[in-house]
């Protein structure tokens, strides 16, 4: 399946070029908080961490789950290996979290461990790592009834090296349960010796059912597959029934390894081109043009067929096909013009134009066959009328000493990453990118889960915008659907120096962005305001107003986790979660 580039295309109605800014609301969010029994487990970074693909994946790892499959159900990893999770009814009687699961008794301590993390595989299922390198599927039950049933590992593996859980799915084919589970790691590589020493690993582990239908279940690895790049993705994710990948990342990614085998791509072969001796030569001056014409050897001038009118030229030898045929570049005068064979190997035809005007650019329309031969005057005379656009002083500064370009003008949100980052399809066959897209300057701000029976949708920048898009794997002409807009959130969010985390309600009625410490932005779309407001610049009257409100936190540890959903927004301290009730039903 060969690789398309693909263009994302934007929905314009979905776009205000009216918007004006956010107003700022003083109205206070209800907020509500729930002391945690024991801290949350943030693993520091070890001192051998020290790249910025370490900090981009484990620094800024989120540590609190949001449960798509059930309303304003979130969960996290205590120190003291619990997996637990609250389910917000009421927002003024929030209870205790409650235990799922415990990793102390089965993980293993390393030097290297990393933090555990989580991915709701299904409303059923949940695949769990440890933070040491081993991997849970577990049995969950339904997560959102009041029973709250203890989790029942079915599967578990020691891969041998920590990783974090990005990405799970479930789904049953030919009778056959199967979870796809998307694995990162970052390893060393003895092959960077000049870059950080370290590459960037993803594994999608396909495990099934080999029980059969019974009522027995008995889970094993079918598959391994091994994908490897230079940067952490901004989004990975597997299509709904494991066909296929999704990745955005500024560096590129290609599966090298199925299985424990190595893959060998057949590498693309070079596209042969025919070259071919040119038939013709030509040359002009501003009166005439000079072609000279290869003839099959021992041709007689009576052989010769030539047809020249004021526009078109028609030159062969009798009993072949015609040489040369066509309209020509411009007008000549064919009394003036003549032809004449030299050594019974060529024909020297001499066209004098009609007029002197500006140099042809081909002899004759549409014919790539000939070669045009420039003279030294010319070349010269060209040389000499470019003259104006080059310098040989390195700065000619025209205008005085005023710079070309004041990069004092550019703030920090316009300045974009000099990689062009890309987003690609890999086809879980044939494991090669079927479609790509050259994000170029639209840096990548959060990804949110809309529907749980699909794949996680993702925000870009565009312009000053922040565009949503939906990937639709089913239409690979239409493969991401721009679904929703956060008028000029993508400018804003750039210009928060100590922005941690950014995310958006499922129903896209907000978008939020969390500092490190203390505060959360709201940042609301447009909405019909109750009284009447003019613009007093432009003098007219003002239908919508984005609001924008501030959340100020009490407390003063790192924002270790930070998820919304439509109602709510959920902040994860190391003793405390926090939960702000933005919207009502």
Request: aromatic letters at 8%; proline letters at 6%; a negative charge.
């Amino acid at each position: 399946m060969a690789t398309s580039n693909y263009s994302l295309k934007v929905n314009r109605e979905l776009l205000d070029p009216g918007f004006e800014s956010y107003r700022l609301s003083l109205d206070a969010i209800p907020t509500y908080g729930v002391e945690l029994d024991a801290a949350v487990e943030e693993v520091k970074l070890k001192d051998n961490h020290y790249t910025l693909e370490h900090m981009r994946a484990f620094g800024m790892y989120n540590y609190l789950h949001l449960d798509p499959w059930y309303d304003d159900s979130v969960l996290f990893v205590d120190c003291k290996g619990r997996v637990l999770g609250l389910t917000v009814t009421l927002d003024t009687a929030l209870g205790k979290p409650v235990e799922f699961y415990n990793l102390t008794a089965n993980s293993s301590q390393s030097e290297h461990r990393l933090c555990a993390s989580l991915s709701l595989t299904s409303a059923t299922w949940a695949a769990l790592s440890d933070g040491a390198g081993r991997l849970y599927l577990l049995r969950t039950g339904k997560r959102g009834d009041s029973s709250h049933t203890k989790w029942e590992p079915l599967f578990s593996e020691d891969t041998g090296e920590p990783f974090t859980v990005l990405h799970s799915i479930s789904h049953v084919q030919e009778g056959v349960h199967t979870m796809e589970v998307l694995l990162l790691r970052i390893q060393k590589d003895p092959q960077e010796a000049k870059g950080s020493g370290y590459s960037v690993s993803l594994e999608w582990i396909t495990v099934a059912n080999t029980a059969g239908h019974g009522p027995e279940k008995k889970y094993e690895v079918k598959k391994r597959r091994v994908l490897r790049g230079k940067s952490v993705p901004h989004y990975a994710a597997l299509e709904p029934l494991g066909k296929g990948l999704m990745v955005a990342s500024e560096k590129p990614f290609a599966f090298t390894h199925v299985d424990g085998r190595p893959v060998e791509l057949p590498h693309p072969e070079p596209m042969e081109v025919e070259k071919t001796d040119p038939i013709y030569f030509w040359q002009q001056t501003e009166e005439d043009v000079t072609v000279c014409v290869r003839m099959p050897e021992g041709v007689t001038k009576e052989e010769v067929q030539f047809r020249l009118s004021a526009d078109r030229i028609r030159l062969g030898v009798q009993g072949f096909p015609s040489i040369l045929e066509g309209q020509l570049h411009s007008s000549v005068d064919q009394d003036a013009s003549a032809w004449i064979l030299k050594d019974d190997k060529s024909l020297e035809v001499t066209l004098q134009k009609r007029s002197e005007g500006p140099p042809w650019s081909e002899l004759v329309t549409g014919d790539k066959r000939g070669e045009y031969v420039m003279s030294d005057e010319q070349a010269a005379l060209i040389h000499e009328r470019l003259t104006f656009l080059t310098s040989e002083d390195l700065d000619g500064d025209a205008d005085g000493n005023k710079p070309p370009c004041n990069s004092q003008e550019l703030e920090d949100c316009d300045v974009f990453p000099e990689d062009g980052s890309s987003l690609a399809h890999f086809d879980g066959e044939s494991l090669k990118p079927t479609q790509v897209v050259n994000l170029g300057s639209h840096q990548y701000l959060f990804t949110v889960d809309v529907n749980p029976c699909e794949m996680p949708c993702f925000c870009l920048r565009h312009d000053v915008d922040a565009l949503v898009w939906r990937p639709r794997p089913d239409q690979p002409s239409d493969m991401w659907e721009h679904v929703a807009t956060f008028n000029a959130l993508g400018y804003v969010q750039a210009s928060k120096r100590d922005k941690k985390f950014a995310t958006c309600a499922p129903n896209f009625s907000y978008a939020s962005l969390g500092e490190c410490l203390r505060r959360a932005f709201i940042y609301r779309q447009p909405a019909p305001v109750e009284t009447v407001l003019f613009n007093r610049r432009q003098g007219r009257q003002v239908g919508q107003v984005a609001k924008q409100q501030v959340a100020s936190l009490d407390s003063d540890e790192p924002i270790l986790g930070f998820r919304a959903t439509n109602e709510r927004l959920y902040v994860l301290t190391p003793r405390r979660l926090f939960v702000l009730k933005v919207n009502n039903n």
